[in-house]
């Protein structure tokens, strides 16, 4: 690739701005904004008006462009605008981890066939270089299981709670105020976005395309007084974080869910908007990243990482796929859960093996025990109204 990039950016809202910002003050890369693809052009930016466009064309078949920044918010759009970029030969950053979660297997065949780069470190932990460490680093078949916090809206959230005493509705509406959750907390706070990065880690880390409709992953909106009363007692925090696992040696294992955080765990350190993830394998033990997930700067920054690998040719190896393959994914796993409910038919609809501590009472009633995580992916869909909340015990 030419050292001189020139580059197209498809939207300029809070990781634009970002990436424009840093570019600004990063001196040693040459590389400018050339065009901007935005939707609504009445908004005040800090761009020149010749900058601007709402027509996608002007940037995917500008010969002149020759990297494609995405970071829009809409994973349709931004599926259709990094395809056409791949295949019109333009390198391509995004930052779009609902998109890649449903459709980085096409993507990867895309860019081989078309022999351009396709990065995305800003698609999964914010600051946090954790996919180029997956690539680079752990570029072997010793890895075991990368876990922590993926999401820091709803990090912000938990912090809050546990911390400051704060209500689930009131730490909710700090977080939006301060551009760490969407008007629309749903992908946060349900627990998707994590699941989308999950699916990320998983191919970089292990070789596996997993469907984002086979993992398991339930959120903390119905977090309640009693759950964060009951975990204090016992001396843990609650944090949202996700997991994948390799199982004796053949297959790999995902989760997203609430889970009870001892003082001894990683994650019980990493508060606010904070990410966090641990990293372990056979014979280097564990490995702790920590740093920001969400704002404007930590996202545009890893964005401008990708840019800067690019002026050096960087592309992603994928050595886990081609030549650490065989391994196939698995819901049949023991899951040590806690489960608070409402009704005595919600809880009959769990399969627990053993339980090991239960309460029944006016207004509170729990169960700690063993489940087999396909009993959760088979009623899934069925816990979505349900007046539950869940939560998983055990290791990171």
Known sequence: MSKKLKIGVFGFGVVGSGLAHVLKNSKGLDASIVKVCVKDPSKERELS????????????????????????????????????????????????????????????????????????????????????????YYDNDLLQSVSGILNGSSNYILSKIFNENLDYDVALKQAQDLGFAESDPTSDVEGFDTLYKLITL???????????????????????????????????????????????????????APKFVKSSEHAYTVEEHYNGVLIQGNFYDNQFMYGKGAGSHPTGSAVLSDITALAYNYKYEYK????????????????????????????ELFEFTEVTESLTGKDFNYVIGHINLSNLIKIKNQLIDKDIFLAYLGDE
């Open 202 to 256: 998983t191919v970089h880390g292990f070789g596996l395309f997993v469907h984002p409709d086979q993992v398991f992953n339930i959120g903390i909106s119905r977090l309640s007084s009693h759950d964060i009363q009951l975990a204090s007692q016992k001396g843990y925090k609650i944090r949202l974080l996700g997991k994948v696992t390799k199982v004796n040696g053949k297959h790999v294992n995902l989760l997203v």
């Open 49 to 136: 008006p010749e900058v601007l466009t709402l027509n996608p064309d002007d940037i995917l078949n500008d010969p002149e462009i020759n990297v494609i920044a995405e970071l829009i918010d809409d994973a349709d759009e931004a599926y259709k605008i990094v395809k056409t970029a791949l295949q019109n030969g333009k390198h391509v950053v995004s930052a779009n981890k609902k998109m890649l979660a449903y459709h980085i297997e096409e993507l990867i065949q895309l860019q081989w066939k078309h022999k351009v780069s396709f990065v995305y470190e800003a698609s999964a932990c914010g600051s946090i270089p954790i996919i180029r460490n997956l690539e680079e």
């Open 320 to 347: 886990k796929l081609k030549y650490y393959g065989g391994l196939e994914y698995t819901n049949d796993m023991p899951v040590e859960i806690y489960l608070r409910y409402a009704n005595k038919e919600d809880l």
